[in-house]
């Protein structure tokens, strides 16, 4: 496993055999655009409701700027997710790590994935790539996460990476524009420590 801090591009790189984990960059609007947007039907049930001009450029710029200044900051970090494959690397999702509380040691875990990438163990490995940053490099003590309760999926990704279930928001996020409910979970430096995941290799 990779952590390079210090990139041409300043660019935190998370990597192993498979996947490469790193912020967006401009040239990387098309493939974004065309797995969003291929996804749509399939993503819009578990994401915030999408806008008119969710998939332009403008917003995707828009995006970038934002993370560049939370990453300065140290207030959150976004990677897109790549598959490594003979010919090249393929975008298959995102995950963000938003709400760094430096002072109280948490952070909240978010994560998307495109549907022709569905259910095949990448969401679960990028979330066990980005642990020991989360402890190890930012020094964190605890990562909170939240899902639909019918988000079967979702949930076996943060089960197999050691988080537990500590509760039940009603309404907690609005979700395709309705106030939905959410299980919480959540994962400490100390049950990481304990080795109880499966941690990428």
């Not at 498979?18 to 749509?40: G, T």
């Not at 560049?68 to 207030?75: H, T």
């Not at 980005?130 to 899902?147: Q, V, W």
């Not at 076996?156 to 395709?176: R, S």
Request: net charge positive; proline share 2%.
């Amino acid at each position: 496993m990779l952590f390079n801090w210090f990139n041409k591009s300043k660019q935190i790189l998370l990597e192993n055999d498979e996947l490469l984990l790193r912020s967006l960059q401009k040239k990387d609007y098309l493939q974004w655009e065309h797995v969003r947007s291929n996804s749509k039907d399939f993503l819009t049930p578990f994401e915030p409701r999408w806008g008119e001009k969710s998939l332009s450029k403008q917003n995707f710029l828009r995006r970038i700027r934002y993370f560049n200044r939370q990453a300065a900051l140290g207030q959150g970090f976004s990677f897109s997710i790549w598959k490594k494959t003979n010919a090249a690397q393929v975008l298959v999702g995102g995950l963000s790590l938003t709400n760094i509380r430096h002072l109280s040691g948490h952070v909240n875990l978010g994560y998307w994935v495109g549907e022709s990438d569905k259910n095949k163990g990448i969401m679960s490995l990028a979330v066990a790539l980005t642990l020991p940053f989360i402890f190890n490099s930012l020094g964190l003590c605890r990562i909170h996460a939240a899902c639909l309760p019918s988000n079967i999926a979702s949930r076996k990704v943060l089960e197999k990476n050691g988080f537990c279930e500590e509760g039940f928001a009603k309404n907690y996020l609005q979700i395709d524009g309705v106030w939905q409910d959410h299980v919480l979970y959540a994962l400490t430096l100390e049950e990481y420590r304990d080795g109880n995941i499966n941690e990428a290799s």
